[in-house]
């Protein structure tokens, strides 16, 4: 089991940065065996894949945020991040990290079926 807690949202004016992090705990001893991502869910709309990081550490990201957003990994805090630079209120959206055990790099983590969630932080970006 693997556990994942959110933190880092708030509100925020367009143009404007956060920094999300996600915390990992229990059996997370081959952490880096893991595909990872960021998830947002806006009211009324699908969950969509924001940002992934492979078990290489390779990334890929949906068009909407690439040259904005940036997801990274520190092992040794078995911390997931994810800064977001010039938002906008478009983002707005409930954010959620995500885990499931794989070796594979980013382009391929984007297709899998994640099993460990965290609980969501919201980002409210006004115009």
């Known amino acids: 089991q693997v556990q994942l807690v959110e933190s880092g949202g708030g509100s925020v004016q367009a143009g404007g940065s956060l920094r999300l992090s996600c915390a990992a705990s229990?059996?997370?001893?081959?952490?880096?065996?893991?595909?990872m991502g960021w998830f947002r869910q806006a009211p009324g709309k699908q969950r969509e894949g924001v940002a992934f990081i492979g078990y290489d550490g390779s990334t890929d990201y949906v068009d909407s945020v690439k040259g904005r957003f940036t997801i990274s990994k520190d092992k040794a805090k078995n911390s997931l991040y994810l800064q977001m630079d010039d938002l906008k209120p478009e983002d707005t959206a409930m954010y959620y990290c995500?885990?499931?055990?794989?070796?594979?790099?980013?382009?391929?983590?984007?297709?899998?079926?994640?099993?460990?969630w965290g609980q969501g932080t919201q980002v409210t970006v006004s115009s």
């Open positions: 229990g059996d997370t001893y081959s952490y880096s065996d893991y595909c």
């Open positions: 995500a885990a499931v055990t794989s070796r594979y790099g980013a382009s391929l983590c984007l297709r899998l079926t994640y099993l460990y």
